[in-house]
């Protein structure tokens, strides 16, 4: 797994050390069907920043899984947490989307490094659950997770440049 160095790790809402730009905070409740609330913003957010249609593709897919997972593993499925997605986009630099939740932690990042990505060729390696980071991984260009008396907080960064 990539995990990113040069940025500091930070609390709340703030923005990346040194950023200059924009920053948009969504919180949803932990619910499935709510994702989609998050699918949308990430998606406008990404048409400003002169990626193509498939890096929106790509980003929002990773952006939902992650929140899938806070959802599904952090909360247990269960309805009535908050996830919260904060967007930072430096123009012509980067975006970061960092999504926190208050559950259960995940296992370092370390430890998902051997699972495999599914062959779409080979329907013995499209297992139901287990391939999201992985994907996630491959598609951003640094990942970074963080767990803290203040929560779980899922860094993906995307350069722009």
Known sequence: ?????????????????????????????????????????IRGVCAMTGLSAEDINRIELCVVEVVNNAIEHAYGGCSGSLVNVDVFVEPGKALEIV????????????????VQVPDPTDPDTWAVSGRGLPI??????????????????????????
Do not use: W
């Open 1 to 41: 797994m990539k995990e990113s160095t040069d940025k500091q790790p930070r609390k709340g809402g703030s923005t990346p050390t040194g950023a200059k730009g924009q920053c948009l905070s969504l919180s949803i409740n932990s619910q499935i069907e709510d994702t989609v609330l998050v699918a949308m913003a």
């Open 99 to 114: 999504v926190k939740d208050q559950g259960k932690a995940m296992p370092a990042l370390g430890e998902v490094q051997g």
């Open 136 to 161: 996630v991984d491959q598609l951003m260009d640094a990942i970074r997770y963080e767990t803290s008396d203040d929560g779980n907080a899922f860094h993906m960064i995307r350069q722009l440049s």
